[in-house]
């Protein structure tokens, strides 16, 4: 079963309109799925409305600045990524926004390639998925755990069990490395499961 990756969505709130024109290109030359808003105070309706995996968010804004309208999308969404963004740096916003657990603090004008690193920086950093292949790395990973758990075994009993190195038992599990046919099955082997069990549904 092939897996249905919808793409990433990502909500820009900036009131300059080039800049949100410019990073909406961007972004969706990247795969993203990328909505604009330039009144702040709109934010979390729009939040509430779509599913979002990530929010970028200008400090300096008029009607309501971005650190007001991040502690207001933290009393709705603990979790969502929220990337600040700002053309006037300082270390009370710096402060402020990290404090409400924003992901990164990005100053205007940016390097685009900086710019791309800290978004894979967050995606990976979330355990969000960009392609099919990471998403089955993901869901492999989490199955492997689950087994692991439900059987009350540590990563060193599967190291033992399959002679895999705790490091890399450690690295599949969090999706952090592809696992070769030959270690999943001696995953599967010590887990007293099926290879196919280790996909899950896929």
Same mark, same amino acid.
């Given at each position: 079963?092939?897996?249905?990756?919808?793409?990433?969505?990502?909500?820009?709130?900036?009131?300059?309109?080039?800049?949100?024109?410019?990073?909406?290109?961007?972004?969706?030359?990247?795969?993203?799925? +990328?909505?604009?808003?330039?009144?702040?105070?709109?934010?979390?309706?729009?939040?509430?409305?779509?599913?979002?995996?990530?929010?970028?968010?200008?400090?300096?804004?008029?009607? &309501?600045?971005?650190?007001?309208?991040?502690?207001?999308?933290?009393?709705?969404?603990?979790?969502?990524? +929220? +990337?600040?963004?700002?053309?006037?740096?300082?270390?009370?916003?710096?402060?402020?926004?990290?404090?409400?657990?924003?992901?990164?603090?990005?100053?205007?004008?940016?390097?685009?390639?900086?710019?791309?690193?800290?978004?894979?920086?967050?995606?990976?950093?979330?355990?969000?998925?960009?392609?099919?292949?990471?998403?089955?790395?993901?869901?492999?990973?989490?199955?492997?755990?689950?087994? &692991?758990?439900?059987?009350?075994?540590?990563?060193?009993?599967?190291? &033992?069990?399959?002679?895999?190195?705790?490091?890399?038992?450690?690295?599949?599990?969090?999706?952090?490395?592809?696992?070769?046919?030959?270690?999943?099955?001696?995953?599967?082997?010590?887990?007293?499961?099926?290879?196919?069990?280790?996909?899950?549904?896929?």
């Amino acid at each position: 079963m092939a897996i249905d990756l919808k793409p990433l969505k990502i909500l820009i709130v900036d009131d300059d309109r080039a800049i949100c024109d410019y990073m909406q290109t961007l972004l969706e030359r990247d795969g993203f799925q +990328v909505t604009t808003l330039s009144d702040p105070t709109a934010a979390v309706a729009e939040l509430k409305k779509g599913e979002y995996h990530l929010v970028i968010l200008d400090v300096m804004m008029p009607k &309501r600045d971005g650190i007001e309208v991040l502690r207001e999308i933290r009393k709705v969404d603990k979790d969502i990524a +929220v +990337v600040i963004f700002t053309g006037y740096p300082n270390l009370d916003t710096a402060v402020a926004s990290m404090k409400l657990d924003a992901v990164d603090y990005i100053k205007k004008p940016f390097n685009v390639d900086e710019f791309r690193a800290v978004i894979q920086r967050v995606v990976s950093k979330k355990g969000l998925a960009l392609t099919p292949e990471e998403e089955l790395h993901r869901v492999i990973g989490e199955n492997i755990r689950a087994l &692991r758990k439900g059987l009350n075994l540590t990563l060193k009993d599967m190291a &033992r069990r399959t002679q895999l190195s705790v490091s890399l038992l450690s690295q599949i599990e969090r999706a952090e490395t592809s696992a070769s046919i030959s270690s999943l099955y001696k995953i599967s082997v010590g887990l007293q499961a099926r290879v196919r069990d280790l996909f899950g549904p896929y």
